[in-house]
């Protein structure tokens, strides 16, 4: 043991003449490190303060410049209020006057009481809109407005889209993030947010469509897939994933509740990340679905898909909707001149090689030892990278399938394609196979792409923006402003109106007035009493379209001439001939409608129609027209008999009539005027 002890103390006093050397090596080692880790500190915060500056700058601007756009459209601070109402078209309209209902509430808790037992929306009938309707929003941003010390300096429909362009900035910020994550530099970010702009036809719609739900969800939507994509970087300290996952949950609570469509959704997003062995959450997610209500959706899609012919009227008013249709090739050829399309499929082709190869290789049981050995060959994809591919996968299948859904998949596309070009991993692949790989091309080809890139966006496309923020337009629809003002002077306030559902929305907002029905399709039960009032345009008696009306309590029906002599479908897709076909009226054979005799009646006689022809030219613009103001009440063939004899009008009659027709009486068919309107199938000729 002493001889152990000695060779011990003999072999530490025998190091010392090298003892100082190499410890002030080490010292100048450790010194070293720590200088560059110092350094490349210094440059990461360096860099991720500049940017989130430029994040933060780039999310502002956008929503300016929507703002901006909006307000040169419609010249919106100029225009009174009832014209900025309207201006809201269709459900969009709908959804705003709960904001408004909300406000002119004289307290908040008589305002709620109002939206949970309202009998306005929906004639005869009491329904709980919260319950119903994804208009958590609208009661947050009234009890926000009527918080604030705000109301002097702005007014409340301002407030309403300046909190909806403030949403599209931090749609861009979360949609610039994601690209950031995946690529390591920021730079990828500001190409995927100049992208978003330079394609806003293709990505989005917010300036024409505020109240639409989409506007609402979808930053919450991006800002939850940047969330998910940072959970999944290798590596996360357990702070950071908490972070995470609460951003995940908040946001995809914020989605669920500001949009109908979440749970299509979240289901599409569950079959992109679960494996084919853990689809037997399917049975949960059918649990969460309201098959009762969603049913529309599903019939559409087995329509859609070529599952068989359908009658039904709910799924043939969506085939023959151009936004349900397939994604039109126009669209790519626009996403191509900004070269996001080329970009896109590059990214994609290089990105889904790489996950059929780690695939293949996972199927044949190769480890981990295995994958390294062929590193040299493949991509290592992450699972943040394969997340975001198997999001834009699914999701541009269905835009595909459905155009209405592009701006799904556009967003993201903007995000996908600006990764693939900073991206090393994209890069360093196309190097290997072409056996050129380097760290230093690397670096060099990834900032120099989206340089060029912004570059060429840049100069094509700073003076057309331009251009569009000088173009200064006005809204103008005093036909429809008209019909407003008639009714609030000339109905009481209980009056009911029956009519078409973009309309009707209309009439809630700007006149308070109780509806039949609306837009929001998403109840069976409002789906087949729109199908009953909607019998003003088929081919059915007067006493059974009076019959349904009068059930619904309607005193004013409005029938319109874009939907009498509707052009905008093809045969076989207008609303009326949808309704033949739904009420067996109709006969298919080779694939043509059989049309049985139509009699002529109020829709084949209005001015600037010849006989019942749907193809009569119209007055451009279309929709509206002005109205028929009646100072007694009249049964709706006593108006119709006028249309007939118009020689005996002192006014000439317009497109839009307002039939007040509905008030009790003895039944049509005991009517004076009957015989004489020489109608038999419905009102539109």
């Known amino acids: 043991?002493?001889?152990?002890?000695?060779?011990?103390?003999?072999?530490?006093?025998?190091?010392?003449?090298?003892?100082?050397?190499?410890?002030?090596?080490?010292?100048?080692?450790?010194?070293?490190?720590?200088?560059?880790?110092?350094?490349?500190?210094?440059?990461?915060?360096?860099?991720?303060?500049?940017?989130?500056?430029?994040?933060?700058?780039?999310?502002?601007?956008?929503?300016?410049?929507?703002?901006?756009?909006?307000?040169?459209?419609?010249?919106?601070?100029?225009?009174?209020?009832?014209?900025?109402?309207?201006?809201?078209?269709?459900?969009?309209?709908?959804?705003?006057?709960?904001?408004?209902?909300?406000?002119?509430?004289?307290?908040?808790?008589?305002?709620?009481?109002?939206?949970?037992y309202d009998n306005k929306t929906e004639?005869?009938?009491?329904?709980?809109?919260?319950?119903?309707?994804?208009?958590?929003?609208?009661?947050?941003?009234?009890?926000?407005?009527?918080?604030?010390?705000?109301?002097?300096?702005?007014?409340?429909?301002?407030?309403?889209?300046?909190?909806?362009?403030?949403?599209?900035?931090?749609?861009?910020?979360?949609?610039?993030?994601?690209?950031?994550?995946?690529?390591?530099?920021?730079?990828?970010?500001?190409?995927?947010?100049?992208?978003?702009?330079?394609?806003?036809?293709?990505?989005?719609?917010?300036?024409?469509?505020?109240?639409?739900?989409?506007?609402?969800?979808?930053?919450?939507?991006?800002?939850?897939?940047?969330?998910?994509?940072?959970?999944?970087?290798?590596?996360?300290?357990?702070?950071?994933?908490?972070?995470?996952?609460?951003?995940?949950?908040?946001?995809?609570?914020?989605?669920?509740?500001?949009?109908?469509?979440?749970?299509?959704?979240?289901?599409?997003?569950?079959?992109?990340?679960?494996?084919?062995?853990?689809?037997d959450v399917l049975p949960a997610a059918k649990k969460t679905l309201n098959l009762k209500s969603d049913e529309h959706i599903f019939k559409f899609l087995k329509a859609k898909f070529g599952f068989g012919a359908t009658r039904d009227f709910d799924a043939n008013l969506y085939l023959c909707e151009e936004a349900f249709g397939l994604l039109p090739f126009s669209t790519f050829q626009r996403l191509s001149d900004t070269l996001l399309f080329y970009a896109y499929v590059f990214v994609l082709l290089v990105t889904v090689t790489a996950a059929f190869v780690v695939a293949f290789q996972n199927l044949r049981g190769c480890g981990r030892q295995q994958q390294g050995k062929m590193e040299v060959h493949t991509v290592d994809l992450t699972p943040d990278t394969a997340y975001n591919l198997m999001h834009t996968i699914v999701f541009g299948l269905l835009a595909l399938s459905t155009m209405r859904m592009k701006y799904l998949w556009t967003s993201h596309m903007c995000?996908?394609?600006?990764?693939?070009?900073?991206?090393?991993?994209?890069?360093?692949?196309?190097?290997?196979?072409?056996?050129?790989?380097?760290?230093?091309?690397?670096?060099?080809?990834?900032?120099?792409?989206?340089?060029?890139?912004?570059?060429?966006?840049?100069?094509?496309?700073?003076?057309?923006?331009?251009?569009?923020?000088?173009?200064?337009?006005?809204?103008?629809?005093?036909?429809?402003?008209?019909?407003?003002?008639?009714?609030?002077?000339?109905?009481?306030?209980?009056a009911v109106f029956a009519g078409s559902m973009q309309l009707l929305a209309g009439v809630k907002l700007c006149t308070g007035r109780t509806l039949t029905n609306h837009p929001h399709y998403e109840d069976s039960s409002l789906r087949e009493r729109t199908r009953a009032v909607y019998q003003i345009y088929a081919k059915r008696a007067p006493e059974d379209v009076h019959a349904l009306l009068r059930s619904f309590g309607a005193d004013y029906v409005i029938l319109e001439d874009s939907v009498c002599f509707e052009r905008r479908h093809r045969r076989g897709c207008r609303l009326r001939d949808l309704l033949d076909v739904a009420n067996g009226h109709v006969s298919w054979a080779c694939g043509l409608p059989a049309w049985g005799g139509r009699v002529d009646a109020v829709c084949a006689h209005l001015p600037g129609n010849t006989g019942n022809d749907p193809r009569a030219p119209r007055r451009r613009g279309g929709g509206p027209r002005s109205l028929v103001p009646r100072q007694t009440k009249q049964l709706c063939v006593k108006l119709i008999f006028l249309q007939i004899a118009p020689l005996k009008v002192k006014q000439p009659l317009n497109p839009l009539l307002v039939l007040e027709w509905l008030a009790p009486g003895p039944p049509l068919s005991q009517g004076p005027l009957y015989p004489a309107c020489g109608r038999r199938h419905g009102f539109c000729g």
């Open 123 to 279: 004639s005869m009938r009491t329904i709980n809109i919260l319950q119903r309707m994804n208009v958590y929003q609208e009661v947050f941003l009234s009890i926000l407005y009527r918080s604030l010390p705000i109301q002097k300096y702005l007014e409340p429909v301002y407030f309403y889209i300046y909190t909806l362009f403030g949403l599209q900035a931090v749609y861009v910020m979360a949609l610039y993030t994601t690209s950031w994550l995946l690529s390591g530099t920021w730079l990828s970010g500001l190409l995927a947010a100049l992208w978003y702009v330079t394609n806003r036809i293709d990505t989005t719609r917010v300036e024409f469509t505020i109240p639409l739900r989409e506007n609402w969800a979808l930053p919450f939507f991006a800002i939850q897939i940047a969330a998910v994509t940072y959970f999944l970087r290798p590596n996360l300290q357990a702070l950071s994933q908490r972070l995470a996952l609460l951003a995940v949950f908040m946001s995809t609570f914020l989605f669920s509740l500001t949009w109908q469509f979440n749970q299509f959704l979240t289901l599409l997003q569950a079959l992109a990340l679960f494996t084919l062995e853990s689809l």
């Open 1 to 116: 043991m002493m001889y152990l002890r000695q060779r011990k103390e003999v072999k530490a006093v025998g190091v010392p003449e090298d003892f100082p050397a190499q410890e002030e090596n080490e010292k100048l080692d450790n010194k070293s490190a720590a200088e560059g880790h110092g350094h490349r500190r210094f440059w990461k915060i360096l860099s991720f303060t500049v940017g989130g500056a430029v994040a933060l700058c780039v999310g502002l601007l956008t929503s300016v410049y929507l703002a901006t756009l909006h307000e040169n459209d419609l010249w919106f601070s100029n225009i009174k209020e009832v014209e900025r109402e309207i201006s809201f078209r269709t459900e969009c309209g709908l959804y705003y006057s709960y904001y408004k209902q909300m406000l002119q509430a004289p307290t908040l808790t008589q305002g709620f009481r109002g939206l949970v």
């Open 415 to 494: 995000v996908f394609a600006s990764f693939g070009v900073c991206s090393r991993e994209v890069w360093g692949l196309l190097l290997k196979c072409v056996r050129l790989h380097s760290p230093r091309r690397i670096s060099v080809i990834r900032y120099a792409v989206p340089t060029l890139t912004l570059l060429y966006l840049s100069y094509k496309f700073w003076p057309g923006m331009m251009g569009e923020l000088s173009e200064l337009r006005e809204f103008y629809d005093p036909d429809t402003v008209e019909l407003m003002d008639w009714i609030n002077s000339n109905t009481p306030r209980r």
